[in-house]
């Protein structure tokens, strides 16, 4: 299946590497519990850093903890740089994050074997605390520390649940935490980031493998209906202001809105608060969030317009105080065309068949995206699953993926 | 305005009566907060007793704290009884409870100072934990008690939320819990309370009184709807199985069942609990309850016939798992017919406007209707409020209401 610029892919190496990654931080047998700057976050990064030791990379850690290994390139210049976030939900599997990491050190290990050194310097990456499951204000803070996106004040103030700061997490694994600015970059030409699917579109597609064209654009919007709290036995229908009411219609009205849209708009509320949330009481108030991704920048903007008016036309006509706050608005983040097709044309001289979709999660390649062009594969995910320890990818879907991440890292870095 | 059966109520006395009794655990300016047992209840019932004795009324407190007061009656026989509950929500209000009690001293002091001792004995009542607010599963704990509707078990079982036992808190102010059987009565003719009546149906019709005719019928169901949990963003929504989509139409179908049934039926949405309540997961589970109200048994089970129905619907449509459990049903009482025609025709020789209407939340009359006829009285609350510091009724509608409950009282002990 290989040509001259496909390198060879270790398969039973990559199996190898799952298992081992896997057993650190193991939970309930096929998770991880894996959390940033954890004594098993760093029992991780230290073998992946013995591994790309071994695979004859040079291995660092940056200021924030992110590990980096680098092939130099003949011909210098920025680096090719490829790879994923090493922490875990709780519990997560061991695929999400994980797997981008193997699946760089598996592809720089053909390339280098197949190939020999690269004319451009090839790295791989290991982020830190990707998904906030420590730190839940610090998502995505390895990569924000290498685009410079850490305010100095973040240190002191982000905390976790036990409210301890992320500054002692990271003093106590020996990083000081005043120079994290020093992990910021300026020298990367380009990241290529493999991931887990996390939704089920490539199974129903049939396909293995999926280059990743954008990453959705999401609002968290949160919204409270406030109407009169009365007893629910002595007011008739006809004299009430009931939040639960208009929170149910305005419920429905948003997600039939983003089924009318179809893919890839998705709408969801995932939380709710009635006030005094008991049986025998008509709400005062129903708070709740709206979830809205869309990866096309101006359809995104059309559906937050068609949301606002459909809940301030519903709380009028139903007599209901509307307060509306946007808690975050990340914009979409679109890959770089020329990346694109090189994964693409990588998947077709090795006659993987690949569609081409959007991100509905968050990745760090999007804060990437702000120092250098981004693309990113997918690889299906079984069910659908993740942050879960049932998440599940086939070792023949996984190879698949690295076949096309390694064929572009040749192209970009040859 | 009065007739030779109609006496002549002391309207700065009840005045005064209200006050007095609201000084009593008051909170936030006009509140109360008065739980069964405590210091503040036993002030209160020590207060009521005082004033009867004053009144020539025998005491006696019972062995549930119950507080009787008589008047004997000349030729003997079942008692003629009035009264209501001295307990309140945390907080409630100075009139929810306490003006029935108030009411039938008003009534009974009047009719002996005006008409002379009474044929049949004529006794005030002042109950014990109605509301169930100290001890969640004791409501009606003092008529209960009256007909015979605790087991020995409760006695041990019920607890207050600092986990102390009921029992505990009737002991340490004298009551002995072993003997709580010894309250029941089988010497009661009939039995008309008055109370506030809670919702805006006598505000609204114009109104200061009115006759009840039945007590609704009340179930609460729990109901878990679960479809899959996943990815917000990564999930297209026609893969989706999202139980808040299914929550969302069920809770506007209900609640528009009963606007389309119209008064007296209701059914109120009051709790709902998605898990795991995340804004940007799809949940695994939406649990709620349905509070339905009617107080026509076959309209009552017709209508859990059409929820039953509609839910089944939703859920096989949607793809979700349905599970319901009802959780208490109490069936209608309804009220005496001769009582409900001694109170018309009462307030109908003496010129006062009452609506008959059905009362949509619980009262002690339909507990003591196991042992006697019942029926009540109720007085318009101002803006329907009630279970808050802020309920209200002025004192020409309460002295309206005490006229209509003194004339029936004279028509049956005199």
Chains 1, 2 share one sequence.
């Not at 004319?119 to 906030?132: I, K, N």
């Not at 025998?280 to 359809?299: C, E, K, L, M, N």
């Amino acid at each position: 299946m290989t040509t001259d610029r496909n390198p060879r892919i270790d398969v039973a190496e990559v199996e190898r590497m799952i298992l081992s990654l896997g057993a650190i931080g193991a939970h309930l047998g096929t998770g991880v519990w894996r959390t940033a700057y954890s004594p098993e976050w760093v029992t991780a990064n230290a073998l992946v850093a013995d591994w790309c030791h071994k695979a004859g990379l040079t291995v660092r850690s940056d200021a924030a903890g992110n590990l980096w290994a680098r092939a130099e390139g003949t011909e210098g210049g920025k680096a090719i740089v490829s790879g994923s976030h090493i922490d875990s939900q709780c519990p997560g599997g061991r695929y999400d994050g994980a797997l981008g990491i193997i699946a760089a050190l598996a592809a720089i290990t053909a390339l280098k074997r197949d190939f020999g050194p690269p004319r451009r310097p090839l790295e791989l990456v290991s982020l830190c605390e990707e998904e906030g499951s420590r730190f839940p204000t610090a998502g995505f803070w390895g990569s924000r520390a290498i685009v410079g996106k850490i305010a100095q004040g973040d240190i002191e103030t982000v905390t976790e649940a036990n409210g301890g700061s992320i500054a002692a997490a990271m003093a106590h694994i020996g990083l000081d935490p005043a120079r994290i600015g020093e992990a910021r970059r300026d020298d990367i030409a380009a990241f290529l980031e493999l991931h887990i699917e996390q939704g089920p579109v490539l199974e129903h597609a049939n396909r293995p493998v999926a280059v990743v064209d954008a990453i959705t654009a999401i609002r968290h919007t949160r919204v409270t209906l406030t109407g009169e709290q009365n007893h629910a036995g002595a007011f008739p229908m006809d004299l009430r202001r009931d939040p639960m009411a208009g929170f149910a219609e305005a419920t429905s009205a948003l997600i039939d809105h983003a089924h009318r849209l179809g893919r890839p708009a998705v709408t969801t509320i995932g939380s709710c608060l009635p006030y005094p949330n008991a049986p025998a009481v008509i709400p005062r108030s129903v708070t709740f969030t709206i979830d809205a991704r869309h990866p096309d920048p101006a359809a995104a903007a059309k559906m937050h317009e068609v949301h606002a008016a459909l809940l301030h036309e519903i709380a009028a006509r139903r007599g209901l105080e509307l307060k509306m706050e946007v808690q975050f608005d990340h914009p979409a983040c679109l890959s770089d065309p020329g990346l694109v097709a090189a994964l693409e044309s990588s998947a077709t001289r090795q006659g993987i068949p690949a569609i081409r979709m959007a991100s509905g999660a968050g990745h760090d390649s999007q804060q990437l995206a702000a120092v250098c062009p981004v693309a990113m594969v997918f690889v299906r995910s079984a069910g659908g699953r993740s942050h879960t320890p049932e998440e599940f990818s086939t070792l023949d879907d996984i190879v698949a993926g690295i076949r096309v991440l390694a064929g572009a890292l040749h192209s970009l870095a040859y």
